[in-house]
C-alpha cells in the first residue's frame, strides 16, 4: 500500500508486551505502509497514544502495569478510534469483557498476519477519507476538491485557514488534537499569540452552528479539540 499526494499514512500503536510480536507486527505494518509506534506495557501505551494520536490502536489485554482492558476503557473515554484487541485470551468471557471496554475488534493469538493486515486495512477504511470526495461527518459535508463546506444542506463560507482546520478535525473524527499540534499542522512555524487555536475554533462554531445545528466540534478539557458526533 502507498500513500500519495502528500497524504501522511496512518499511525498505528502497537501496545504489546511480548517484544518479538510486537517487532513482527510493527515490520509487517511498515512493511504496508503505515507509520509505527510501540509501547510494551499499559501505562507507556495510553501515554503514547495521548502523545501522537494514532488512527489505529492495535492491543493486548495481558499487559505490565496497567492491563489492556483499562487502556481501552481510558482511550475510549476520549477518543472513537479504532481499538483491535489482540490476544491469547479466547475465552467468550474475554472477548465479551474487550468489546464492552470499547473495542472494535477481536483477534486471538496465533493470528494470521495477512487476517490482522486485512483486519487493519478495513477499520481504517470506515475512519480515513479518501484523498479526493467528500468528508461527511453527521449532516456536515466537505467537498476537498472544490473547497466547499455544507451543513444541512447549507452552504458555508470558509477562510483558507478556516478550511484546513476543519479538514484536519473532520479526516480524523472522534480523534482529540492538543491546541499544539493544531497549530502545528495549520500554522506551521506560527510564532504568534497561544490562543490562535482557540480563536478559530470559535469562528468555526459560529459557522457551522448558524442554522441552529447541534455541536460538532468539542472541547476536551485540559487536552483539545475533537470533531465527533455526540
Known amino acids: 500500500m502507498s500513500y500519495h499526494g502528500g497524504m501522511e499514512p496512518p499511525l498505528i500503536l502497537i501496545v504489546e ?5 510486537a517487532r513482527f507486527i510493527e515490520l509487517e505494518l511498515q512493511a504496508e505502509g503505515y507509520r509505527t509506534e510501540v509501547a510494551h506495557d499499559g501505562i507507556t501505551g495510553l501515554s503514547k497514544f495521548r502523545e ?3 488512527n489505529l490502536v ?6 505490565p502495569v496497567m492491563d489492556g482492558i483499562e487502556v481501552a476503557r481510558r482511550i475510549r473515554k476520549t477518543s472513537n478510534v479504532p481499538i483491535l484487541i489482540l490476544t491469547a485470551k479466547d475465552r467468550i468471557e474475554d472477548k465479551v469483557q474487550g468489546l464492552d471496554a470499547g473495542a472494535d475488534d477481536y483477534l486471538v493469538k496465533p493470528f494470521s498476519i495477512e487476517e490482522l493486515l486485512a483486519r487493519v486495512r478495513a477499520h481504517l477504511r470506515r475512519v480515513t477519507p479518501a484523498i479526493t470526495g467528500e468528508i461527511r461527518v453527521a ?3 466537505i467537498n476537498l476538491e ?3 463546506v455544507f451543513r444541512a444542506g447549507r452552504r458555508i463560507e470558509l477562510s ?3 478550511f484546513e482546520l476543519l479538514e484536519l478535525l473532520a479526516k480524523n473524527p472522534g480523534k482529540v488534537f492538543t491546541r499544539y499540534e493544531i497549530e502545528e499542522k495549520v500554522w506551521p512555524g506560527y510564532q504568534g499569540g497561544s490562543n490562535v487555536v482557540d480563536v478559530y475554533i470559535g469562528y468555526l462554531r459560529k459557522k457551522l452552528e448558524a442554522g441552529g445545528e447541534r455541536r460538532l466540534i468539542h ?5 483539545g479539540y475533537v470533531l465527533r458526533e455526540d
Open 17 to 21: 508486551d511480548e517484544k518479538d510480536i
Open 146 to 148: 472544490g473547497r466547499e
Open 52 to 54: 501522537v494520536n494514532p
Open 139 to 141: 449532516d456536515l459535508v
Open 219 to 223: 472541547t476536551v478539557r485540559g487536552v
Open 160 to 162: 483558507n485557514k478556516e
Open 58 to 63: 492495535i492491543l493486548d489485554l495481558m499487559l
